[in-house]
């Protein structure tokens, strides 16, 4: 089982990335997607989530109108598109894919400064 994380990188503030997680080895379109964050010093806090199904997203009150999660279940992938980025949105990003199991990427990390 793999949950592979891509996308991040430091970004000014207002600026936009898409953060992609690629699955395998396990039946991606029955599991719910997460993306999860964690600041240093803070504890890991959920960021955005799908169900397996589509639709039904879930936000926090902190990135509602900003982030967007999408799934592509063709392609064993969970994408969040993240606008108008603060530096508050500073940290490593996480996957999650949970069903019966939960499995969680490495991280990549965001990092938005001048």
């Known amino acids: 089982v793999q949950l592979v994380e891509s996308g991040g990188g430091l970004v000014q503030p207002g600026g936009s990335l898409r953060l992609s997680c690629a699955a395998s080895?396990?039946?991606?379109?029955?599991?719910?997607l997460s993306w999860f964050r964690q600041a240093p010093g803070k504890e890991r806090e959920l960021v955005a989530s799908?169900?397996?199904?589509?639709?039904?997203?879930h936000y926090a009150d902190s990135v509602k109108g900003r982030f967007t999660i999408s799934r592509d279940n063709a392609k064993n992938t969970v994408y969040l598109q993240m606008n108008s980025l603060k530096s508050e949105d500073t940290a490593v990003y996480y996957c999650?894919?949970?069903?019966?199991?939960?499995?969680w990427g490495q991280g990549t990390q965001v990092t938005v400064s001048l």
């Open positions: 999650r894919a949970t069903l019966y199991l939960t499995y």
């Open positions: 080895g396990f039946t991606f379109s029955s599991y719910g």
């Open positions: 799908i169900p397996s199904a589509g639709g039904n997203t």
